[in-house]
């Protein structure tokens, strides 16, 4: 079994900042693409970035330049450093990764979310 467990969420002042982690655990022989998604009230689940197992990222263009996702291979883990959120960042966060697991094949994995709120 794999499991994805992110934390970091919480309720922040637009403007301000939290820094969101996704640690991978299990079975995993190796871990591709690491992204986090995002899902608000009403509207469909979007990317919001990935980064690759050797560090090149991509962005949703309404959060670059105030978002950075970055990655340890050696723990598993990815992380999202928000800057400067805005009220329509408000949104589950989801933390997704390509996994290869021990003696099996590669699968796609999600986290259980993690709730962002920026007030206004």
């Known amino acids: 079994q794999v499991q994805l467990v992110e934390s970091g969420g919480g309720l922040v002042q637009a403007g301000g900042s939290l820094r969101l982690s996704c640690a991978a655990s299990?079975?995993?022989?190796?871990?591709?693409?690491m992204g986090w998604y995002r899902q608000a009230p009403g509207k469909q689940r979007e990317l919001v970035a990935t980064?690759?197992?050797?560090?090149?990222?991509n962005y949703v263009y309404s959060v670059k330049g105030r978002f950075t996702i970055s990655r340890d291979n050696a723990k598993n883990t990815v992380y999202l450093q928000m800057n400067s959120l805005k009220p329509e960042d408000t949104a589950v966060y989801y933390c997704?990764?390509?996994?290869?697991?021990?003696?099996?094949?590669?699968?796609?994995?999600w986290g259980q979310g993690t709730q962002v709120t920026v007030s206004s």
């Open positions: 997704n990764a390509d996994v290869l697991r021990t003696g099996s094949r590669w699968l796609d994995y």
């Open positions: 980064i690759t197992r050797g560090g090149v990222t």
């Open positions: 299990g079975s995993i022989s190796s871990i591709g693409a």
